[in-house]
C-alpha cells in the first residue's frame, strides 16, 4: 500500500514539473517576436499596394521571416547547447516540436507562394491564419492553458475573414491585426506571467 | 513493516498543494501568483496561504512588480526548496523496492 502512495507521489511530481516545464515553453518570447515581426511584413506590404512604402514586398518578407527564424534558431541552439530555456518534458517537447513544424510549413508556403505568384491570389493569408489556428490550439492542450483555445478559434474565424477579403488589399491590415492581436498579444501576456528574468 | 521513517518526512511538502507548487515552480523556474493558482487547481486564498508557508520556510522566493501599473507577484523555487523537494522524492523512492521501477526524472534530479 506505501509503495502505491509512493509511486503515486512521485508521478504527481513528475505531472507538475513537467506542467511547469511546459508552461515556461508557452511563455518564450517567440510568439511576441514572430506576431510583430509578421505584422510589420504585412503593414509593409499593404503600404507597397497603397503606393505608400518603397520597399518591395520580397525584401520585406525576407526580413520579416528571416529575422523571426534567427531568433528562433538562436534559441533552439542555445537549447542544444545546454543553455537558455530547454524544453522539459515530453508534453513542452511537442509543442516546441508543433511549432517547429508550423513555421517550416509557413515559411515554405509563403516563399513558393511569392516566387511563383500565387501570393497575388490572397489565399495565402487565409492558410497562415488556419495553421495559427491549429499550432495554437494543439499547444492550449499540450501546456494546459485552457484560455488559448479561445486564441486558436479565434485564428480560424480570421482565416474565413481573410478568405472573404482574399481579393481585397484590406486582407493585409487585418492579417497584420490577427497576427498582433492573436500572437503577439498572448505571446505578451505569458511573457509577463512568466517573469522578467527567464530569457536573459 | 517496512523501515519507513514518519519523522523523515517533510512536512512542509507533505501537503498535496505545497508539492504541487514546489513541483510546478522546478519546471516553470518564474511565475505569477496566477499561474501557480490555475496550475494547483486551488482558490486565491487556498493558494495563498500554501504559498505564504513555502515562503516562510525558504523554498520559494517572492518578488513583487508593476506590469503596466498593475501589481504582479513572481515566485520562483530557491536552492533551498529544490534540495527539499530532491530529498522527498529521494524519501518516496526508498519506500519502493530495490529492483522495482526506481522513477528517473532529469528535472528533478537535475
Known sequence: ?????????????????????????????????????????????????????????????????????????????????????????????????????????????????????????????????????????????????????????????????????????EALPLAAALMLLLLAGPGYVLLARRGRQAEA | MTDFDHAAIDEILHSRVRLAIVAFLAGAKTVDFTAVRDATKTTDGNASIHLRKLEDAGYIAMQKRFVARKPQTLYSLTERGRQALLAYVSHLETLLPAAGNKPQDPEVNR
Open chain 1, 1 to 169: 500500500m506505501i509503495e502505491d502512495q509512493a509511486r503515486e507521489d512521485i508521478a504527481f511530481i513528475r505531472r507538475a514539473i513537467e506542467e511547469g516545464g511546459a508552461y515556461a515553453t508557452a511563455s518564450s518570447p517567440e510568439m511576441l517576436v514572430w506576431g510583430i515581426m509578421l505584422a510589420i511584413g504585412y503593414l509593409g506590404t499593404y503600404g507597397f499596394v497603397r503606393g505608400w512604402s518603397p520597399v518591395a514586398p520580397g525584401a520585406l518578407w525576407a526580413a520579416c521571416m528571416g529575422l523571426p527564424w534567427l531568433f528562433s534558431l538562436r534559441r533552439l541552439a542555445r537549447g542544444l547547447a545546454g543553455r537558455g530555456v530547454t524544453n522539459r518534458g515530453p508534453m513542452a517537447q511537442a509543442a516546441a516540436m508543433l511549432w517547429l513544424g508550423c513555421a517550416i510549413v509557413l515559411t515554405t508556403l509563403a516563399t513558393a507562394a511569392m516566387v511563383t505568384g500565387e501570393a497575388r491570389g490572397g489565399w495565402v493569408s487565409a492558410v497562415v491564419a488556419g495553421v495559427m489556428g491549429f499550432g495554437v490550439f494543439a499547444s492550449a492542450w499540450l501546456v494546459r492553458l485552457p484560455w488559448l483555445r479561445w486564441v486558436g478559434i479565434a485564428w480560424w474565424l480570421g482565416e474565413l475573414a481573410l478568405f472573404a477579403l482574399r481579393h481585397r488589399a
